[in-house]
């Protein structure tokens, strides 16, 4: 009994299936997280050299974006369950190429068309689905606090996994293995996963599905039959094109060049940064759960909104700091509330669009931000190259993102989804009884 008080009241009332998209959640963002601390050093200790690994980690993520946009706009009609299962048995089969081959085509070829993070970060198929299969099974009133949750368990997984998968290498290194060996058991375990999420997926019920009769006939037109989208088409499109401006400029202060930039300016060594960063992802992962009641309040956009402008302030900030403390305090204010946007960003985009379109959608919007992101860390590193200009990349990310919010309530503050709307008539029709009732009393 005190273990269930322990548990908010909305995941509570979560489902069967709800409850295990959590946990696939989190066991792939612990894989992606563990593996992420130790791929490059595997890759250089397999013999590839910087730019061998340069391509192979730029080529898995053209094939990731590719794998994702093709599944996505697919899984509404072909199947939910199907897609995650399928995307489980390339993560798996891309983590066992990895581990058994030293070959640069084989490795490229098995990043491209297998499911591999480099960063830690969501990639593949799994986010956009889960994220349409929960707004399937939960109340619209709850989807942005569940999503908040689904947050905070992603966040979590990732620091702990990151701290797992270099714990891991360093104790192997106490036995009789050497640090490829050691490295390939983080490998190894990253398969293991995948292949535990597919179980896990095969477990997920029906109710994840779309059911074609409850929502209606979707439209027939060559964009729905190719792509999953037709009435949704031109809000997708619009969130697509900010929404990888916001990761296009993200791009610039990606983790690894953050922390490389304390290394250059403060002489901060990998440990201290390891602990840096585990706390700002935890920060950022509470940061979500506290978006839910200020969205309750002023609503989806605005909280995305009106908590990114400072969050993006304070990036500007931080290397405007004299000393590291400040700088890391800087940072860690800034990741306090950087996750405030979010669930409710994904939350948004979720309500906005008819449930049958929801996987595609929710596949658009994040092949957009994967592609604006992938594209800035190449124009960082020329910056980073010059002693000068180390610190243009804070400034450049922060008044992008700055540019962003300001497009974004411009574009979309009207547009509010069914149930804030419904909420809103609500409280005016209560505000008018209460006016009767005290016009009647005088």
Known sequence: MATTKLIPSVLRTLSRDGWLLFVTRFARLFAYGSLSVILVFYLVGLGLSE?????????????????????????????????????????????????????????????????????????????????????????????????????????????????????????????????????????????????????????????????????????????????????????????????????????????SFAAYWFYLRFGVQPVALGAIFFWANVFAGISAVLATRLAARIGLIRTMVFTHLPSNILLILVPLMPNLSLAVLVLLLRFSISQMDVPTRQSYTMAVVPAEERSAAGGFTGVARTTGAAISPLLAGFLFARPSLISAPFFIAGTLKIIYDLLLYKQFVALRPPEELASAETELIARLSRHDKNLAGK
């Open 51 to 255: 730019a061998q690994v340069g391509l192979v980690l730029t080529l898995t993520l053209v094939g990731d974006v590719i794998v994702s946009l093709y599944f996505t706009t697919r899984a509404d009609r072909i199947g939910r369950r199907r897609v995650l299962i399928v995307g489980s048995i390339l993560m798996a089969a891309a983590g066992l190429a990895f581990a058994f081959t030293s070959n640069l085509l084989f490795l490229v070829i098995a990043g491209t068309i297998g499911v591999i993070s480099p960063s830690g970060n969501e990639v593949g198929p799994f986010l956009s689905i889960e994220q349409a299969a929960l707004s399937h099974i939960v109340p619209a009133a709850a989807r942005t606090e569940v999503f908040a949750w689904y947050t905070l368990a992603g966040s979590l997984a990732t620091a702990l996994g990151a701290l797992f998968g270099g714990g891991l290498t360093q104790a192997l290194l106490h036995t009789t293995m050497t640090h490829v060996q050691s490295y390939r058991a983080v490998v190894f375990l990253y398969a293991a996963l995948g292949g535990a999420l597919a179980f896990l997926f095969l477990r997920l019920s029906m109710s994840v599905e779309v059911s074609r009769a409850a929502n209606g006939p979707a439209p027939s037109s060559s964009v729905a039959s190719i792509f999953g989208i037709a009435r949704s088409r031109n809000v997708v499109l619009k969130l697509s094109g900010l929404f990888a401006l916001d990761s296009f400029a993200g791009g610039f202060v990606v983790q």
